[in-house]
């Protein structure tokens, strides 16, 4: 049973462009959302993340649209660089008491010159 | 640049030997976390921390792996007698606090290759 579901295995767009990742859950349990980037042999590093009182969080050139009615998110990164060029985790948590996260099964971004 | 320190980044056993890894989780931090993650890029919760108690951990049915994270000492992942199936990326990650107000922040990993 696969809690976080990322849509996409992977994704390509140019460079300046936007790339858009999605990402649902099925928990409603779940009010905690971030994204992780990882870059092969490193380990994730938190990118930005977002409760789900919110509906739009912003950091730079990385946005996370949060949509809770339908359980879903989406994660914007504007002007995407070479260097964006990484895989892409979404996560979830909720008040559970266990502080456990879920992980998606990732979102490998290309991001050609 | 992680703050949270793991070691060694690269360990190689034989089927059967014990293979344990260490984790200093950044300072300040009480809650620490234990992934696997496959060569699919699947994430598997392992086990969790908060200082010295254990929250929650998978059915070690195999009871294969133990973890502790004593007071002043690193937080370790231990398996007692590796298989190949092992193999993955281990990952141990820490946060401020349990609730949803911070996420955990991870260290670089400890790669485990099983022969």
């Known amino acids: 049973q696969q809690q976080v579901r990322q849509s996409s295995q992977s994704l390509t767009v140019w460079e300046g462009e936007t790339a858009i990742l999605n990402c649902s859950y099925e928990?409603?349990?779940?009010?905690?959302f971030p994204w992780y980037q990882q870059f092969p042999g490193e380990g994730p590093a938190l990118l930005i993340a977002?409760?789900?009182?919110?509906d739009k969080k912003e950091d730079g050139r990385f946005t996370i649209f949060f949509n809770k009615r339908e359980k879903n998110l989406s994660l914007h990164i504007k002007d995407s660089q070479p260097g964006d060029s990484a895989t892409y985790f979404c996560?979830?948590?909720?008040?559970?008491?266990?502080?456990?996260?879920?992980f998606g099964a990732g979102t490998r971004l290309k991001v050609i010159a | 640049n992680s703050k949270v320190i793991q070691t060694p980044r690269y360990l190689v056993k034989g089927q059967g030997q014990k293979a344990k890894m260490r984790c200093i989780p950044e300072?300040?931090?009480?809650?620490v976390f234990w992934y696997q993650q496959n060569k699919n890029n699947e994430f598997k919760f392992l086990i969790n921390?908060?200082?010295?108690?254990?929250?929650?951990q998978i059915d070690m049915t195999e009871k294969r792996f133990s973890a502790e994270c004593p007071s002043n000492s690193p937080c370790s992942l231990e398996i007692q007698s590796s298989e190949a199936g092992d193999s993955a990326l281990y990952l141990c990650?820490?946060?401020?606090?349990?609730?949803?107000?911070?996420?955990?922040?991870f260290g670089e990993g400890t790669r485990l290759s099983v022969l």
């Open positions: 990650a820490s946060s401020l606090s349990g609730w949803s107000n911070q996420a955990p922040l």
């Open positions: 928990n409603s349990a779940f009010d905690y």
């Open positions: 977002i409760r789900s009182v919110s």
């Open positions: 996560a979830a948590s909720g008040n559970t008491g266990n502080y456990k996260y879920v």
């Open positions: 300072k300040g931090h009480p809650v």
């Open positions: 921390f908060q200082n010295q108690e254990v929250l929650q």
